[in-house]
């Protein structure tokens, strides 16, 4: 590593409490950062406090197709997703997973307690415009629910649960959360309204 001074190192970490432990089935989400690190060589790096820490209880899987356009034809955006996280005090936002979509199609998730938003990354299969499709959005919003009337989503909801790895006795819990497919535009979801009102 080439030597430098004043690094900011940022640590972002979804932990899981071990089975027989008072957090045994809990997930938890932690954020650290160290403003201002000398560095070079062999540099160790020791994070004892967290500035933000969150146990995870509720989670949504979501997806289908994020619609753009209606008319003539219905179209979606097209590259890499980037999962971005924005620490609350300011700090600069952080890439944490990578995903793809598919002319509006594509999957996601949501936790409980932690603002993630979605965005496009620019590259030649959507013109290198890149651009946020949804922001600030956690596993408590409702858009990320079927609510009643909304033909155009279906939310399944599972149960805390325990895991079986197959090969021993040994089970591990899991939380519950849901999974909500259908077609996404924005919170309120006016293009896909239209899309499903006019049949297409």
Same mark, same amino acid.
């Given at each position: ?31 650290? &950062?160290?403003?201002?690190? !000398? ?15 969150? +146990? ?6 979501? %997806?289908?197709?994020? +619609? ?20 609350? !005090? ?13 002319? %509006? ?8 307690? +932690? ?5 496009? &990354? ?19 919003? !409702? ?30 819990? &899991?939380?519950?959360?849901? +999974? ?21």
């Amino acid at each position: 590593m080439v030597a430098s001074s004043g690094v900011k190192f940022q640590l972002l970490a979804i932990d899981k409490g071990m089975p027989d432990s008072a957090l045994s089935g809990t997930e938890r989400f932690r954020y650290a &950062e160290l403003p201002s690190l !000398n560095v070079g060589g062999l540099t160790e790096v020791v994070v004892d406090t967290f500035v933000e820490s969150q +146990i995870i209880t509720n989670r949504v899987e979501f %997806g289908g197709r994020f +619609i753009d356009t209606v008319s003539p034809t219905v179209t979606g955006p097209t590259g890499k997703l980037a999962y971005v996280f924005q620490p609350a !005090n300011g700090s600069q936002p952080m890439k944490v997973h990578e995903g793809f979509i598919t002319n %509006g199609w594509f999957q996601a998730l949501a936790l409980d307690g +932690i603002n993630l938003s979605l965005y496009l &990354e620019p590259g030649p299969l959507n013109g290198f415009a890149g651009r946020f499709l949804l922001e600030n959005f956690n596993a408590n919003q !409702n858009f990320l629910t079927a609510q009643s009337g909304e033909n155009w989503k279906m939310t399944m909801e599972f149960p805390a649960y325990n895991r079986s790895h197959g090969f021993s006795d040994d089970s591990e819990k &899991e939380i519950g959360g849901k +999974i909500t497919m259908g077609f996404w535009f924005d919170p309120t979801n006016t293009a896909v309204q239209t899309a499903v009102t006019d049949g297409t």
